[in-house]
């Protein structure tokens, strides 16, 4: 790995781990920016509401320290600054996606366990959406032993699910309260009422349950697995960087 010299922005627990897997590999980290640097590696995603980059920092002011040659690795940058810049978007990538989400199902399922009072085996589970997120919660609910039910919204999906083992409903219909652990994962109000006293987390980007006792639940993996999060990261800039797109 010889000629690659990163510098992380961005001081998150993941990207801590990401710079170690990085210099074990026998990457370059460059710990200020300059124009020595030929990776510019960012927290994934990459910035707040406000513009500033996640774990602090300030794009105009970093860019400006860096080469127009540096190629800019993270999530989600589309950004003006970023225009004249070779970026390399994560969450563009399927292959990040897909592993991310599988690291989300884990956490989700992990913040459940230490929220409820009794194990999941044999519980009553709603997961709505079956998208990544979706797809690899309802696995992994099923694997222990959970009962669970899936909201999709298409018809094709609705079957598929129920070859597969799961029951169904249409996302346009769903009643939250006969469930003792509700999962959702599509990021907009699909049900602004959600009655029940069942545990109630929402993963999406934007809530998709309305009612006030809802765990909003974002950015699980960064947060309650930095390390599996950071060896992503520093696998998925490893993968781009070897040409293996």
Same mark, same amino acid.
């Given at each position: 790995?010889?000629?690659?010299?990163?510098?992380?922005?961005?001081?998150?627990?993941?990207?801590?781990?990401?710079?170690?897997?990085?210099?074990?590999?026998?990457?370059?980290?460059?710990?200020?920016?300059?124009?020595?640097?030929?990776?510019?590696?960012?927290?994934? *995603? =990459?910035?707040?509401?406000?513009?500033?980059?996640?774990?602090?920092?300030?794009?105009?002011?970093?860019?400006?320290?860096? =080469?127009?040659?540096?190629?800019?690795?993270?999530?989600?940058?589309?950004? *003006?600054?970023? &225009?004249?810049?070779?970026?390399?978007?994560?969450?563009?990538? *399927?292959?990040?996606?897909?592993?991310? =989400?599988?690291?989300?199902?884990?956490?989700?399922?992990?913040?459940?366990?230490?929220?409820?009072?009794?194990?999941?085996?044999?519980?009553?589970?709603?997961?709505?959406?079956?998208?990544?997120?979706? &797809?690899?919660?309802?696995?992994?609910?099923?694997?222990?032993?959970?009962?669970?039910?899936?909201?999709?919204?298409?018809?094709?999906?609705?079957?598929?699910?129920?070859?597969?083992?799961?029951?169904?409903?249409?996302?346009?219909?769903?009643?939250?309260?006969?469930?003792?652990?509700?999962?959702?994962?599509?990021?907009?109000?699909?049900? *602004?009422?959600?009655?029940?006293?069942?545990?109630?987390?929402?993963?999406? =980007?934007?809530?998709?349950?309305?009612?006030?006792?809802?765990?909003?639940?974002?950015?699980?993996?960064? &947060?309650?697995?930095?390390?599996?999060?950071?060896?992503?990261?520093?696998?998925?800039?490893?993968?781009?960087?070897?040409?293996?797109?």
């Amino acid at each position: 790995m010889e000629g690659f010299k990163f510098h992380l922005a961005g001081h998150t627990a993941a990207l801590k781990y990401a710079g170690e897997l990085l210099h074990n590999t026998g990457c370059t980290l460059l710990p200020h920016p300059c124009t020595e640097v030929t990776h510019l590696l960012l927290p994934v *995603p =990459s910035f707040e509401p406000d513009g500033t980059i996640k774990g602090g920092g300030n794009l105009p002011d970093l860019l400006s320290h860096l =080469s127009k040659d540096v190629v800019i690795m993270g999530g989600n940058l589309s950004r *003006p600054e970023l &225009k004249e810049y070779h970026c390399i978007d994560f969450l563009k990538d *399927p292959v990040y996606t897909a592993r991310n =989400s599988n690291i989300t199902a884990h956490c989700a399922l992990r913040l459940a366990m230490n929220k409820l009072p009794v194990t999941l085996e044999g519980l009553q589970v709603l997961v709505i959406g079956w998208g990544r997120i979706g &797809k690899c919660l309802a696995q992994l609910l099923k694997s222990i032993g959970a009962q669970v039910t899936v909201a999709a919204r298409k018809e094709s999906d609705r079957a598929m699910l129920c070859a597969l083992g799961y029951r169904t409903l249409n996302t346009q219909s769903i009643d939250t309260a006969p469930y003792r652990l509700v999962y959702n994962t599509v990021p907009h109000m699909l049900c *602004p009422q959600s009655p029940g006293n069942g545990l109630k987390i929402d993963l999406a =980007s934007n809530l998709g349950l309305g009612s006030p006792d809802v765990l909003w639940a974002r950015g699980l993996p960064g &947060k309650d697995a930095p390390e599996s999060s950071g060896q992503l990261i520093a696998c998925t800039a490893l993968r781009f960087i070897n040409g293996k797109e």
